[in-house]
């Protein structure tokens, strides 16, 4: 059975950080573009990070307060959140897309994503 279970989110204060994890099954990241996108209420779902099939961080993504990861052997991806703002508060999803030996990542949540998984909620307040 093809999922993504999303795990870590919890109530933070400012400041925080908090590490979300992406636990892949029934296929290999190694072959996905893996991204995480955040949905605030009433709000599209923007993407936050992603990492291609050929463990490419996009360079939009390379600097800033988050960071994404892969561990393959757990066939997982990580995003690493530090200095957490209240307008961090959202659903966060992690997204698959079939794209084998590539560099190439999601824009926005109108590309073909394969797989989404069901959200872990992330609350920044004091």
């Known amino acids: 059975q093809v999922q993504l279970v999303e795990s870590g989110g919890d109530l933070v204060q400012p400041g925080g950080s908090l590490r979300l994890s992406c636990v892949a099954s029934g296929f290999t990241v190694e072959d996905y573009a893996v991204a995480w996108f955040r949905q605030a209420p009433g709000m599209e779902r923007d993407i936050v990070s992603c990492?291609?099939?050929?463990?490419?961080i996009p360079y939009a993504f390379q600097k800033g307060r988050f960071t994404i990861s892969r561990d393959t052997a757990k066939n997982t991806v990580y995003l690493q959140m530090n200095s957490l703002k209240p307008e961090d508060t959202g659903v966060y999803y992690c997204?698959?897309?079939?794209?084998?030996?590539?560099?190439?990542?999601?824009?926005?949540?109108?590309?073909?994503?394969?797989?989404w998984g069901t959200g872990t909620q992330v609350t920044v307040s004091s």
């Open positions: 997204s698959a897309v079939f794209v084998p030996w590539s560099n190439w990542c999601p824009s926005t949540s109108r590309d073909s994503i394969d797989y």
């Open positions: 990492i291609s099939s050929a463990s490419i």
